[in-house]
């Protein structure tokens, strides 16, 4: 398999809430009520979030052949309960379900490896 990682932008949003969709169908179907139009524009805000104040928002997609085979959203915004430091805090992170479980594994494995650079880039706390 061959891919990229690449920060998202607005035309991503779009394949990002569609694979949120169905991973949202066996997740928290009967805990929550999915709202497309919501997830869509809490996703195209973090976006532009990304682009405008780099160190507050990450949003990566990662593609082969712009096909979606995974991303991942995290914020450093969010203080932890027992410091003021500013820490990430992972909102999302979903890959292809129809992917090997080795391929699952390989894009969790880079999602982590993202978060951890993104920390340091925002000078925060990494916490898992």
């Keep these: 398999m061959k891919y990229t990682w690449t920060p998202a932008i607005g035309t991503d949003v779009d394949s990002i809430v569609n694979m949120a969709q169905n991973h949202f169908e066996c997740e928290i179907d009967n805990i929550f009520t999915p709202e497309p139009v919501t997830y869509s524009r809490n996703v195209l805000l973090a976006v532009v979030n990304q682009f405008y104040l780099p160190t507050t928002s990450l949003v990566s997609v990662c593609k082969d052949n712009n096909k979606l085979l995974a991303y991942t959203w995290a914020s450093s915004t969010e203080r932890s309960p027992w410091s003021d430091d500013n ?30 650079r993104f920390a340091y880039f925002a000078k925060t706390t990494y916490r898992l």
């Design 87 to 116: 820490m990430v805090v992972v909102r999302m992170a979903h890959v292809a379900l129809d992917l090997s479980a080795r391929d699952r594994i390989r894009l969790v494995t880079d999602m982590l490896e993202i978060w951890e």
